[in-house]
């Protein structure tokens, strides 16, 4: 399988759909998709645009792998947002012994009830 088709499988598994879901999407038969896996070959550049529109990332990930999906980085730009948001927390909390980190997820287990 080409790296252009173990991306689409990654992002079809991501996406929580199936070959046929996208075939459809794209206009052409989920057939279409096993052939150009059997030949391990890279569809025409119209086809690709199409399926990276349905998958919604683009069609230089898709080829190359250097992009991410726009849903993987906004998830990842909130990740970061997070992390800046409540750093001084997690630097304290690191310097925490075990125990006294367990009483810490326990406290707050009960606050937030």
Not at 13 to 27: D, Q, S, T, V
Not at 68 to 96: A, D, G, P, T, V
Request: with cysteine; proline share 1%.
């Amino acid at each position: 399988m080409s790296d252009f088709w173990k991306r689409v499988d990654e992002e079809i598994e991501y996406k929580g759909i199936n070959r046929a879901f996208l075939a459809k999407k794209c206009n052409f038969s989920v057939t279409n998709i096993g052939q150009g896996i059997k030949l391990g070959s890279t569809p025409s550049a119209e086809t690709a645009v199409k399926i990276a529109a349905v998958l919604g990332v683009s069609v230089e990930y898709l080829v190359t792998g250097e992009e991410k999906s726009k849903e993987k980085i906004e998830i990842e730009q909130n990740q970061l947002r997070l992390y800046r948001k409540h750093s001084e927390i997690i630097k304290k909390c690191e310097e925490l012994s075990s125990e006294k980190e367990k009483l810490l997820v326990d406290f707050l287990d009960k606050f937030a009830k």
